[in-house]
């Protein structure tokens, strides 16, 4: 069972990016699927959450910059980022859970290695 995040890279304050988080030794179908984020020396936050049914939600203010969706025929889930900003900066991370019921941690049970996102001119 692995999950793998990955898309991420260096960008502009304005620019986009589209992380993936592909699974391998099991179907996504089933799961909800969490996006996570942790900026040096803080801790990890959630981002966004998506459904097994597709229902989605956003942590805080970033609904309307970020899009989370899902494509079961290629076992991925994405992350669609927008407008980024400086504050974005951070490893970005995927993980399994249940149901999409907040971002307590220890709701979520698989966890990928994380992609770093840079927003810096």
């Known amino acids: 069972v692995q999950l793998q995040a990955s898309g991420g890279g260096l960008v502009q304050p304005g620019g986009s990016l589209r992380l993936s988080c592909a699974a391998s030794g099991f179907t996504l179908d089933y799961y909800a699927i969490g996006w996570f984020r942790q900026a040096p020396g803080k801790e990890r936050e959630g981002v966004s959450c998506?459904?097994?049914?597709?229902?989605?939600t956003y942590a805080g203010s970033l609904k309307g910059r970020f899009t989370i969706s899902r494509d079961n025929a290629k076992n991925t889930v994405y992350l669609q980022m927008n407008n980024l900003k400086p504050e974005d900066t951070a490893v970005y991370y995927c993980?399994?859970?249940?149901?999409?019921?907040?971002?307590?941690?220890?709701?979520?049970?698989?966890w990928g290695r994380g992609t770093q996102v840079t927003v810096s001119s």
């Open positions: 998506i459904s097994s049914s597709d229902g989605s």
């Open positions: 993980a399994t859970a249940g149901r999409c019921t907040g971002w307590n941690l220890l709701l979520y049970d698989y």
